[in-house]
């Protein structure tokens, strides 16, 4: 079975940085898009898990407009582990972040990693 686990996540300043990362030990990875997304706190059971950022296997990356310019998403195909460096944070950025292919095609999700920002 697949494990996913992601870390690097806490209680940050506004303003602040993070770094999460995601070790995943899919054997695909390095033919897998990889992507990261979020919960927030105030979202509806059901609803999906915004997309925040995607790597493809030649490493064109994709940004939600609200993190554009405040995060970076990079990966270690070697080491089959996904970055997010993130800068800049605001409390809307507070939420559960999780790692998952792109698209997700039923990939089971790991526990995430909470980030909360306070102001």
């Known amino acids: 079975q697949v494990q996913v686990a992601e870390s690097g996540g806490g209680l940050v300043q506004t303003g602040g940085s993070r770094r999460l990362s995601c070790v995943t030990s899919?054997?695909?990875?390095?033919?897998?898009?990889m992507a990261w997304y979020r919960q927030a706190p105030d979202q509806a059971p059901g609803d999906q898990n915004e997309?925040?950022?995607?790597?493809?296997?030649?490493?064109?990356?994709v940004y939600a407009d609200s993190v554009k310019g405040r995060f970076t998403i990079s990966r270690d195909n070697a080491e089959k582990t996904v970055y997010l460096q993130m800068h800049n944070l605001n409390p809307e950025d507070t939420a559960v972040y999780y790692c998952?292919?792109?698209?997700?095609?039923?990939?089971?999700w790991g526990q995430g990693t909470q980030v909360t920002v306070s102001s």
């Open positions: 998952n292919t792109y698209p997700i095609l039923g990939n089971p």
């Open positions: 899919r054997s695909t990875f390095g033919q897998d898009a």
């Open positions: 997309l925040v950022a995607l790597i493809t296997i030649t490493d064109h990356t």
